[in-house]
């Protein structure tokens, strides 16, 4: 399969970018400088430009049976407000919806949408907008950028996730439309799995589902 890949040089962009590879696909991952990227590889090809920039986004489009977007700031950011991701998935879905593109896979945050409703409230009303105001700006821009997904004519699927750990995959995930139950923290390598597994399974089409191990 011809797979798009947003944020390929992210925490989490890397290992969705190897477990790509290790299946076989094709992906073009777009970064900002071509010198730069971390790996070469024969199924993998570099595109340099904007992410923001319609034309460019439109052109590398063709050809593409499906896009990851795992785009983000780059940790905690500069912890001030920041739209970067939901601007770019906004002229990612334009494109995608000009060009026969359909599948759409996207990362998001628990605490996105609805799956704030079940989050502690110490976590609500204290944690998030006192101690960890980096994470609301991410979060923030998560709740525009979902929208902008869900009432696309695409095939997608959003995934809420909760702390990404660099640790020994555990092999089991827990799902939730929700966040009802869910863990505290998923690995690294769980996630990629699941979001390559993703591209064949249509079990969450159209759906935003929160992912845990």
């Known amino acids: 399969m011809n ?4 944020g390929a040089t992210g925490f989490s962009g890397k290992m969705i970018l190897q477990e790509l590879l290790s299946k076989q696909h094709k ?3 777009i970064t900002r400088k071509e010198s730069t ?3 070469s590889h024969e199924n993998l090809t570099v595109v340099e430009g904007s992410v923001l920039d319609s034309s460019f986004v439109y052109n590398v489009l063709k050809g593409q049976d499906a896009v ?3 785009l983000g700031i780059g940790g905690k950011g500069n912890a001030k407000p920041n739209t970067l991701v939901s601007d770019a998935t906004r002229v990612l879905v334009e494109e995608m919806e000009h060009n026969s593109g359909k599948r759409l896979i996207c990362m998001s945050n628990v605490g996105a949408g609805d799956s704030m409703n079940f989050q502690p409230w ?3 009303k204290v944690i998030l907008p006192y101690v960890l105001k980096w994470l609301k700006h991410i979060i923030d821009d ?3 950028m979902e929208p902008i997904v869900m009432h696309s004519s695409l095939d997608w699927i959003l995934f809420r996730f909760p702390n990404i750990v660099d640790k020994p995959p555990k092999q089991k995930i827990t799902t939730t439309t929700t966040g009802e139950g869910l863990k505290m923290s ?7 799995v699941f979001m390559v597994e993703q591209l064949t399974d249509n079990t969450y089409l159209k759906q935003a589902i929160c992912v845990s191990n």
């Open 27 to 29: 992906v073009t991952a």
């Open 3 to 6: 797979v798009l890949l947003y």
């Open 142 to 144: 998560k709740n525009i």
């Open 37 to 39: 990227f971390p790996i």
């Open 122 to 124: 110490i976590f609500t």
């Open 186 to 192: 998923i690995t690294n390598r769980d996630l990629a």
């Open 68 to 70: 990851i977007n795992c």
